[in-house]
């Protein structure tokens, strides 16, 4: 593969930012989730 | 201020999901499986780029992303100050950040796939430039959400920053045909596009699969919002409580004068 270093590069940024993201929303969801009344959070399924 | 309790009743999920977004999670997974092997294993080399093209499938669908996201915020920052109601202002915020991580990406990919096409990893081009400002003025926006004021002071001053910064966006859209630009001219929004195959293909299911990405992170973290408001609201009503009982203990135990509690004024007992 050519200039594989590049390419590599954005797809592994890429990855870790969105992997790194979703994980930051899910985990402060959580926390604030457990401050917050059951009744608030409508979206709540077992 | 003091820490607050947990409320969580026993035995009850505490988490921003639901089973839809649960079912829009696999299938996002499952495409960013079969974006992976399309855009590095099945997908051929461009002849003009070679395997640089492959950057491709990642950085154009963040920056149709990123389109999604800041329009979103405008056109519900918009709404917010017509309605005036809390939904339109929590969309905004979760719209803008969202946006502005794929924003942020479409930058870091496009700097990358410069280096092998141009030679350079950035150029003051008026598309790299233009994008750049679009992030200087969404990371504006969430600043000023995130400063402690009144709630509805600040949705209306974040609302007229995001319609403000929405300006921006046309701009970054139409200046590879309002200026001359480095940055090549749409690939697919015109009547013939420029690559067909599979590599328009691989580039179609990265953008589907990216939109899919950025529905479920914009449901999760509109909940954040909804929860982080809620939590707030909570913690400075509890505040307040605490702090007037704190007072009214002080008082009592001072002397006997009385704390009036509806309009905080002191009144000396006989």
Not at chain 1, 11 to 29: D, E, F, H, K, S
Not at chain 2, 196 to 214: C, E, K, P
Request: glycine share 8%; aromatic share 12%.
């Amino acid at each position: 593969m050519t200039d594989a270093v590049f390419v590599i590069a954005a797809w592994l940024i890429t990855g870790v930012v969105l992997v790194g993201y979703a994980a930051y929303v899910i985990q402060r969801g959580k926390a604030l989730s457990r401050k917050v009344p059951v009744e608030e959070r409508r979206w709540t399924s077992k | 201020m003091t820490a607050i309790p947990p409320v969580d009743a026993p035995g009850a999920p505490a988490h921003t999901g639901s089973t839809a977004t649960r079912y829009l999670g696999f299938v996002v997974a499952g495409g960013l499986a079969l974006l992976v092997a399309l855009g590095l294993f099945i997908s051929p080399p461009s002849i003009e780029q070679g395997d640089a093209t492959r950057i491709m499938y990642i950085h154009v669908p963040s920056a149709t992303t990123m389109y999604y996201g800041f329009g979103l915020a405008g056109f519900a920052s918009a709404m917010y100050l017509w309605k005036k109601t809390e939904f339109w202002d929590l969309l905004a915020g979760a719209a803008a950040e969202v946006g502005l991580v794929f924003c942020g990406l479409a930058l870091a990919t496009g700097s990358i796939w410069g280096k092998p096409t141009w030679g350079s990893y950035w150029q003051w081009d008026a598309r790299l430039t233009s994008t750049l400002l679009l992030f200087v003025l969404f990371s504006g926006y969430l600043a000023v959400r995130a400063l402690q004021m009144d709630t509805a002071v600040r949705a209306k001053r974040a609302a007229f920053v995001a319609l403000f910064a929405m300006i921006d966006l046309p701009i970054v859209h139409y200046s590879v045909d309002w200026w001359r630009s480095l940055h090549q001219e749409p690939t697919l929004a015109r009547r013939d596009p420029e690559i067909d195959g599979m590599l328009l293909f691989s580039l179609m299911t990265g953008m589907l699969v990216f939109a899919l990405l950025f529905t479920w992170l914009l449901i999760h973290r509109f909940r954040v919002e909804f929860l982080a408001r809620r939590h707030e609201t909570k913690g400075l009503a509890d505040a307040i409580a605490t702090r007037r009982a704190e007072v009214h203990l002080d008082q009592s135990h001072r002397s006997p004068d009385v704390l009036d509690a509806s309009t905080g004024a002191m009144e000396t007992t006989p």
